[in-house]
C-alpha cells in the first residue's frame, strides 16, 4: 500500500504550500509550508503544524499566540502539489499582524489598501503567552 504522503509532489526543498482556510466561512486565513513531518503530525494531531523556512523547524500554529488552528479537513489538489487546511481558527486570529486573515490588503486604485482591523495588538498577543 503507498502511502499517503508519497502521493503528494514536494517541491525541491521537500516542502508543498498549504491554505489554511475558515471551515465555516471559508475566508483563507494564510498559506504556509509543510514538509512530510509537518504534514504528518497535523493529521495525527488534529491541529495544524506547519515548516517554518525562517526559523527551519516545526512550527505548532498557535504556540506563541495561543490562536492554534483546529483541523476539520484536509485537501490535496488536482496536481497533487498544494493542501488546503479547513480549520476552526481559535481566537478568530490567524496573522501574526492580530487581523483574522492575513490576506488583509486589497489592490484599489493603484495601491495596497488595508480593509481588515487589527483585532488585537501583536504585542499584546506575543507577551500574554511568553509568561505561560
Not at 486589497?106 to 507577551?127: M, N, R, S
Request: glycine share 6%; proline share 2%.
Amino acid at each position: 500500500m503507498t502511502d499517503w504522503l508519497d502521493e503528494i509532489h514536494w517541491n525541491e526543498d521537500g516542502l508543498v504550500p498549504a491554505i489554511a482556510q475558515d471551515h465555516k466561512t471559508g475566508r483563507v486565513l494564510m498559506m504556509a509550508w509543510m514538509n512530510r513531518e509537518s504534514l504528518a503530525l497535523t493529521a495525527a494531531e488534529q491541529r495544524a503544524i506547519y515548516w517554518s523556512r525562517s526559523r527551519g523547524k516545526l512550527w505548532r500554529k498557535g504556540e506563541e499566540s495561543g490562536h492554534v488552528q483546529k483541523l476539520h479537513e484536509l485537501r490535496l489538489d488536482c496536481d497533487a502539489d498544494v493542501i488546503i487546511l479547513l480549520v476552526e481558527q481559535l481566537g478568530g486570529i490567524a496573522c501574526h499582524t492580530g487581523r483574522e486573515s492575513c490576506f488583509y490588503r486589497v489592490f484599489e486604485k493603484g495601491a495596497w489598501q488595508t480593509v481588515d482591523p487589527v483585532l488585537k495588538d501583536p504585542h499584546a498577543i506575543y507577551q500574554e503567552h511568553k509568561h505561560e
